[in-house]
């Protein structure tokens, strides 16, 4: 079974900085694709970034990483340059390849960190 | 373009009743999937539909049930009310490709009280 462990319930980071947020995994699929969403306190989900099991380099989208570790199954994300409007919760979720190979789009989603940005 | 949208927002029932939660997917999105995320948590998968079909299915209850129509919308019917069942129901949309990085679509969800 998928499984999707993020460590910190929360972090604080100062505008301007650098932020990590860690997430480990566990699978037996070979072929997999992980996920980073941001959820403000509105309760929508909005997707930030992506990364697959195949790709060789990791993937960034604007300010945001990932810093994906296949072979310890870790998969961070890193906000550079924090904004106050970066303040919410994040998730880290996996897609596995589902029934004949081909996903049909269930997530399996971790605990969640609140990132707090302060001015 | 809309992107996915839920109905109601808010929903106040009372223990024993049933909840029919709806969602409509972004235009040409054929699979649909339902969350529940309970305070303080991330997520729970509950169902995923394809072209009308149950593709997956979380570990809940058989009180939940849901079905998608020919034109990709979905329900989400819960019964027999439980204060647990208490939380926030998150809809995704996504497009059903061989790839692994096909993005799910989250709607602003319904938040569901149990009293």
């Known amino acids: 079974a998928q499984k999707i462990t993020q460590t910190q319930p929360g972090m604080f980071v100062q505008e301007k900085e650098a932020v990590t947020l860690d997430c480990t995994y566990d699978?037996?699929?070979?072929?997999?694709?992980l996920f980073w969403y941001k959820q403000p306190s509105s309760g929508e989900m909005i997707f930030l970034i992506y990364?697959?099991?195949?790709?060789?380099q990791n993937a960034t989208e604007g300010r945001y990483s990932l810093n994906f570790q296949k072979a310890r199954k870790s998969a961070n994300l890193v906000i550079s340059a924090s904004q106050l409007g970066d303040s919410a919760m994040y998730f880290c979720?996996?897609?596995?390849?589902?029934?004949?190979?081909?996903?049909?789009?269930?997530?399996?989603f971790g605990q969640g960190t609140i990132l707090t940005v302060h001015p | 373009d809309a992107g996915v949208t839920q109905s109601p927002t808010h929903l106040i029932k009372t223990r024993g009743q049933q909840v029919t939660l709806r969602c409509s997917p972004i235009?040409?999105?054929?699979?649909v999937s339902w969350y529940q995320q309970v305070l303080g948590q991330g997520p729970q998968f509950i169902f995923q539909?394809?072209?009308?079909?149950?593709?997956g299915r979380g570990n809940f209850p058989d009180r939940f049930s849901a079905r998608q129509f020919p034109n990709y919308s979905s329900e989400l019917n819960v019964n027999a009310l439980l204060l647990g069942d208490s939380a926030l129901y998150l809809c995704?949309?996504?497009?059903?490709?061989?790839?692994?990085?096909?993005?799910?679509?989250f709607g602003q969800g319904t938040r569901l009280t149990v009293v």
């Open positions: 995704a949309s996504s497009l059903v490709s061989d790839y692994m990085n096909t993005e799910a679509f």
């Open positions: 699978t037996s699929d070979p072929s997999y694709g």
């Open positions: 990364q697959g099991s195949y790709d060789q």
């Open positions: 979720a996996m897609r596995d390849e589902g029934a004949g190979g081909t996903s049909y789009g269930k997530l399996t």
């Open positions: 235009s040409g999105h054929k699979s």
């Open positions: 539909y394809y072209e009308k079909e149950e593709r």
